[in-house]
């Protein structure tokens, strides 16, 4: 995964896709007791692994990188970076079709098989089939309960005074969170706004998706209450954008790819797929071209994830996990200790 962030800037600038790349790693602040137990056994664990990070830092060095309210202490990885998704999809968009490659867009698939795609204006056929529908995948003929798709919401403020930045800290423009229960992210743009998102939009029944679901006015206001909270100085700030999208989770929460019979996968990335949808292209590259490779004796290749239960069990679990950790946030806050909430949920989460 480390070399995966290194390979899309070298693409990235081989190619001249200028996709506001800059590698400043990943601080995740502590925000309280129970969060700063929280990163000293992620760091203990990862030393168990044989890992030289993430490293702790102390409410200084912390404070230093991202000046976020209450904040005792962090964890910083240097080997990640920021990069605009969209405009690293359109740059290797223009790349491949410069290569002769057809991109069709526009155009439904209802369903896919060993070596074929079916459409709305009929069948393709290939010698091996991709499915990487992620999130999208229960709309596939079969695929109802293989991954359930969460939506991730994110606002974008106007561009900030460097003023306001110097007491933000992100000087390196570092991605960061905090050690929550209920994901939140963010990072400082190449133009100089905010984006800051989470988790906490609620998951709609049968796996359901629709472009109304990524704008969900509560959860966008959920998110700027976050975000004033994190950074009083962004108070009154403007948000100028505002959007979402579906991420699939599989029900152990565990990326794979693999190939059987003309018809391959990937998916199942949980929020984290600009770079493993790397990994995973070049390790299906060897996969289809019947390579054997570092990449494919990697332990997530053939791995299947069991099927989500079926409704309404799925709802009532998916939407209860969620409520489940916003109350342990607030428990947390309160007792200054782990969160017995979070314990007894997370393994019915899997």
């Given amino acids: 995964m480390r070399a995966s962030v290194d390979e899309v800037i070298a693409v990235a600038a081989s190619e001249g896709i200028d996709a506001d790349v800059a590698k400043g790693g990943t601080v995740v602040v502590a925000r309280g007791a129970a969060q700063l137990t929280r990163a000293e056994e992620e760091v203990a664990e990862a030393r168990a692994w044989g890992r030289d990070d993430p490293v702790l830092l102390g409410r200084d ?13 962090a964890t910083y990885t240097p080997h990640c970076a920021v990069v605009h998704p969209a405009k690293l999809a359109r740059g290797l968009a223009r790349v491949v079709e410069e290569r002769g490659v057809r991109i069709l867009e526009q155009t439904r698939v209802s369903a896919v098989g060993p070596g074929r795609a079916h459409t709305e204006r009929g069948t393709v056929a290939a010698d091996v089939v991709v499915r990487a529908t992620e999130g999208y995948t229960p709309r596939l003929a079969g695929l109802r309960r293989a991954v359930v798709p969460i939506h ?28 929550r229960h209920l994901i939140v992210y963010g990072q400082r743009t190449a133009d100089g706004r905010m984006v800051f998102g989470g988790r906490g939009a609620p998951y709609h ?6 472009p109304g679901h990524d704008h969900d006015e509560r959860t966008f206001r959920h998110l700027y209450a976050a975000l004033v909270e994190l950074f009083p100085v962004l108070r009154g ?18 990326a794979s790819v693999g190939l059987q019979n003309g018809l391959a996968w990937a998916g199942g990335y949980v929020g984290d797929g600009v770079a493993t949808t790397n990994l995973a292209g070049r390790t299906l590259r060897d996969l289809i071209l019947g390579r054997a490779s570092e990449l494919t004796r ?38 200054g200790r782990p969160s017995v909430v979070a314990r007894r949920i997370e393994p019915l989460l899997g």
């Fill in 152 to 179: 991730s919401l994110i606002i974008a403020t106007e561009p900030l005074p460097d003023s306001v930045w110097d007491e933000i800290g992100l000087a390196e423009r570092e991605t960061f969170a905090d050690h």
């Fill in 298 to 335: 990697l332990p997530w290749v053939g791995h299947h994830s069991p099927a989500w239960e079926p409704e309404p069990l799925r709802w009532l679990g998916v939407n209860a996990g969620r409520a489940g950790m916003t109350l342990a946030d607030v428990e947390e806050g309160l007792t």
């Fill in 61 to 73: 060095d912390a404070h230093a990188r991202l000046a976020a309210t209450g904040t005792l202490g």
């Fill in 237 to 254: 700030t403007k948000v100028t954008h505002a959007w979402g999208g579906a991420l699939g989770v599989t029900r152990d929460w565990s």
């Fill in 205 to 210: 029944f049968g796996s359901r998706i629709s």
